[in-house]
């Protein structure tokens, strides 16, 4: 089994519930190592709410992780990250858990690792042809199909067992009447109890400007996370 990237542990933002109202979701994440480089990841997400007449299961996505510079530990590190993403049902693309066509994308990811900090940056593209003979949840809004995104991470080593992380972002709006750029900001807390478990929670809001994304009164669209990472041979 080849050996993970430790960059795998900063929360990003990613697949979006789209729909109105309150979600709560579990995304899970297989990966494996199938050389000391690559990683193939497999991501569904079930979903508690919304529910409705489909399968609470959704956002089939395959990722492959190749690192063609560094070691994944130390010093600079560079890697690319092909992604597809299965279609939905169009009963889930109008919940807003899904998209009812084909999704692809390729992401950059930069790290820099030392002793007492990690720098993460990610840039990447991502095709979201919506199904255009059904509303994406609930809205018939017009969608943009071309869709990036770019971010940057500091991760501050307070010891061997936590981390604090700052993840800063500008992601593509997909919703065509809306401006068309949305800022993020979020913060995560990382325990590693034992060498092979990691435990995070992170908070992230989405605004069209940061000053809104990190805490300014305006509207905005909030994600808290709890996530937990086992790995075993």
Known sequence: MGKSDANSAVVTSGEDYQGSGNARAFPFTFSRGLTDNIDLQFAPTYYLQPTGSYSRVSNYTLNLKWRFYGDGETGL????????????????????????????????????????????????????????????????????????????????????QWKLALDVGVNTNPNMPDPTLTRYGLIALLYYPVKDLDVAVSYQRNASTFDVAFGATGPYVSRMQIGVTYRFD
């Open 77 to 160: 590190n560079l890697a690319l990250r092909p992604q597809l993403i299965a279609p939905a049902s169009s009963s889930q693309q109008e919940a807003g858990i899904g998209n009812a066509r084909f999704n692809y994308g390729l992401n950059l990811i930069a790290s820099q690792f030392s002793e007492n900090y990690e720098l993460h940056f990610n840039a990447g593209y991502s095709s979201a042809p919506y199904n255009n003979a059904y509303s994406v949840g609930l809205s018939t809004d017009a969608r943009r199909t071309n869709l990036y995104a770019v971010s940057i991470a500091p991760v501050w080593i307070i010891s061997p």
